[in-house]
C-alpha cells in the first residue's frame, strides 16, 4: 500500500517539474521564433522602402533672361545671275569673254555677224528719202488743190511704214551684240569665235557677287517672331570671323510639306570670301520676351503626345507635359507646363515610373 502511494507520489512530482520547470523547447523556439521573425520582418519593410526610394538630381526651375536665337542652316546666292544669250542667228565674229573678270554694266561681250543687217539699213535708207520727197511733193500739191487729200494720206504713210521698218532693223541690229546686263564677273564661256549661234545659244555666264544673298527657312512656330530688317550672325567654312547679314526679305507662304518658313538676308561681299553655293550656319534673332524657364535637355522625355519631364512632388515623381521653345545643346526652354519652383528630375530619367518613390538632391541651389 505504502508502495502505491510513493509510486504515485513520484510520478506526480515528475508531471508537475515537467510542467513548470521544463517548458517545452519546440514551443519556445516557434515563440521566439515567432518574435524573431516580426521584429525582423518589420525591419525589413522599412529598410524595404528605403531600398525602393530612387536617389535622383533635380533642378529647380526658374525664370531667366536669355538670348531668344534659333541657329539655322541656310546657302549663299549672288546677287545677279544670268545666262547670256544669243537673241539670233548668226556667225560669231568677237568674243571678249575672259573667264572670270569683272565686266561693266553694258560692256561688249559678244559681237555676231552684222553685214547683213547693216545693208539692209542702208537700203532703208534710200526707200525712207525716197518716201520723204514724195510726201514733201504731195504736200505742195495739196496746198494749190492738185492733188485730192488721199493721195497725199498714201505719201505720208509711205514714210511712216519706211521708218518704222528702219527702227526694226535696227532692233535686230542690236541684237547681234551681246552686252553685260549688270556689273559682275563673267563664267566660263560655253563657245567658240566662228561658231553659228541660234536664238538661245548660251554664250556664258554673268554672275553679281557683291552683295551676295544669304537663303534660310526657320520652323514654322518662329514665323511671327522673324523681322525684316534684323541683322543675323553667320559663319562659313574658311572664313575665321563671323559675318552679319540684314534680313530684307520673308517669303509670305509657309512649305507645306517642310513647315518652314523661308528668309532672305543680304551680307556685304567686297573681298569675294563669300561664293555663291557656300554652306554657312547663322544665329537667327527672335521677337518677343526674352524670359522663359530653362531646363536642362536631359530632363525632356520625347513620347508619342509631345515631350514630358518628371517632376518631384510629395517625395514622388510626377509625370508633366511641356511644350518647349528654342534648345541648346545644354538647355531647352519651356513655354507651358511648368512654373518657377518646379523640382524638375534630371537624372535616373530611364528608371522613373509615375508615382515612383524618390529621394530628391538639387543641383542648382
Given at each position: 500500500?505504502r508502495?502505491?502511494?510513493?509510486?504515485?507520489?513520484?510520478v506526480?512530482?515528475?508531471?508537475?517539474?515537467?510542467?513548470?520547470?521544463?517548458?517545452?523547447p519546440?514551443?519556445?523556439?516557434?515563440?521566439?521564433?515567432g518574435?524573431?521573425?516580426a521584429?525582423k520582418?518589420?525591419?525589413?519593410?522599412?529598410?524595404?522602402?528605403?531600398s525602393?526610394?530612387?536617389?535622383?538630381?533635380?533642378?529647380?526651375?526658374?525664370?531667366?533672361?536669355?538670348?531668344?536665337?534659333?541657329?539655322?542652316?541656310?546657302?549663299?546666292?549672288?546677287n545677279?545671275?544670268?545666262?547670256l544669250k544669243a537673241?539670233?542667228?548668226?556667225?560669231?565674229?568677237?568674243?571678249?569673254v575672259?573667264?572670270?573678270?569683272?565686266?561693266?554694266?553694258?560692256?561688249l561681250?559678244?559681237?555676231?555677224?552684222?553685214?547683213?543687217?547693216?545693208?539692209?539699213?542702208?537700203?532703208?535708207g534710200?526707200?525712207?528719202?525716197?518716201a520723204?520727197?514724195?510726201?514733201?511733193r504731195?504736200?505742195?500739191?495739196?496746198?494749190?488743190?492738185?492733188?485730192?487729200?488721199?493721195?497725199?494720206d498714201?505719201?505720208?504713210?509711205?514714210?511712216?511704214?519706211?521708218?518704222?521698218?528702219?527702227?526694226?532693223?535696227?532692233?535686230?541690229l542690236?541684237?547681234?551684240?551681246?552686252?553685260?546686263?549688270?556689273?559682275?564677273?563673267?563664267?566660263?564661256?560655253?563657245?567658240?569665235?566662228?561658231?553659228?549661234?541660234?536664238?538661245?545659244?548660251?554664250?556664258?555666264?554673268?554672275?553679281?557677287?557683291?552683295?551676295?544673298?544669304?537663303?534660310?527657312?526657320?520652323?514654322?512656330?518662329?514665323?511671327?517672331?522673324?523681322?525684316?530688317?534684323?541683322?543675323?550672325?553667320?559663319?562659313?567654312?574658311?572664313?575665321?570671323?563671323?559675318l552679319?547679314?540684314?534680313?530684307?526679305?520673308?517669303?509670305p507662304?509657309?512649305?507645306?510639306?517642310?513647315?518652314?518658313?523661308?528668309?532672305?538676308?543680304?551680307?556685304?561681299?567686297?573681298?569675294?570670301?563669300?561664293?555663291?553655293?557656300?554652306?554657312?550656319r547663322?544665329?537667327?534673332?527672335?521677337?518677343?520676351?526674352?524670359?522663359?524657364?530653362?531646363?536642362?535637355?536631359?530632363a525632356?522625355?520625347?513620347?508619342l503626345?509631345?515631350?514630358?519631364?518628371?517632376?518631384?512632388?510629395?517625395?514622388?515623381?510626377?509625370?508633366?507635359?511641356?511644350?518647349?521653345?528654342?534648345?541648346?545643346?545644354?538647355?531647352?526652354?519651356?513655354?507651358e507646363?511648368?512654373?518657377?519652383?518646379d523640382?524638375?528630375?534630371?537624372?535616373?530619367?530611364?528608371?522613373?515610373?509615375?508615382?515612383?518613390?524618390?529621394?530628391a538632391?538639387?543641383?542648382?541651389?
Open positions: 500500500m508502495t502505491t502511494i510513493f509510486i504515485l507520489l513520484l506526480g512530482a515528475l508531471v508537475f517539474g515537467k510542467i513548470y520547470y521544463f517548458p517545452k519546440d514551443t519556445a523556439s516557434q515563440a521566439g521564433g518574435r524573431g521573425s521584429t520582418g518589420g525591419d525589413g519593410g522599412k529598410s524595404g522602402d528605403k525602393s526610394s530612387i536617389a535622383v538630381d533635380v533642378f529647380l526651375a526658374k525664370t531667366q533672361t536669355v538670348n531668344n536665337v534659333i541657329t539655322v542652316s541656310g546657302t549663299v546666292l549672288p545677279e545671275i544670268v545666262e537673241e539670233i542667228s548668226g556667225r560669231l565674229m568677237k568674243l571678249n575672259k573667264e572670270g573678270a569683272y565686266v561693266s554694266k553694258g560692256e561681250i559678244a559681237k555676231i555677224n552684222d553685214d547683213e543687217y547693216k545693208a539692209q539699213v542702208v537700203k532703208l534710200f526707200i525712207e528719202k525716197r520723204k520727197d514724195m510726201q514733201a504731195q504736200k505742195r500739191l495739196l496746198a494749190v488743190e492738185g492733188i485730192s487729200r488721199e493721195e497725199f498714201v505719201a505720208e504713210s509711205n514714210v511712216n511704214t519706211a521708218q518704222a521698218d528702219r527702227d526694226l532693223l535696227m532692233t535686230q542690236a541684237k547681234t551684240e551681246i552686252r553685260a546686263p549688270f556689273s559682275g564677273k563673267l563664267g566660263l564661256r560655253a563657245i567658240s569665235e566662228g561658231a553659228f549661234l541660234t536664238p538661245g545659244t548660251l554664250v556664258t555666264t554673268l554672275v553679281q557677287t557683291n552683295p551676295v544673298k544669304i537663303d534660310f527657312s526657320v520652323p514654322e512656330k518662329y514665323a511671327s517672331q522673324i523681322r525684316v530688317g534684323s541683322t543675323v550672325r553667320f559663319t562659313a567654312e574658311g572664313i575665321s570671323t563671323p552679319t547679314a540684314q534680313v530684307r526679305a520673308i517669303s507662304l509657309i512649305d507645306e510639306s517642310l513647315r518652314t518658313l523661308k528668309v532672305r538676308a543680304y551680307s556685304t561681299n567686297a573681298t569675294g570670301k563669300l561664293v555663291p553655293g557656300m554652306f554657312v547663322l544665329d537667327v534673332p527672335l521677337t518677343g520676351d526674352n524670359r522663359f524657364i530653362q531646363i536642362p535637355t536631359q525632356v522625355v520625347p513620347v503626345r509631345g515631350k514630358k519631364v518628371f517632376v518631384v512632388r510629395a517625395g514622388k515623381a510626377q509625370e508633366q507635359f511641356i511644350k518647349t521653345g528654342v534648345r541648346t545643346e545644354e538647355q531647352v526652354q519651356v513655354l507646363g511648368l512654373v518657377p519652383g523640382s524638375v528630375i534630371t537624372s535616373s530619367i530611364m528608371a522613373l515610373k509615375n508615382g515612383a518613390a524618390v529621394k538632391k538639387v543641383k542648382n541651389g
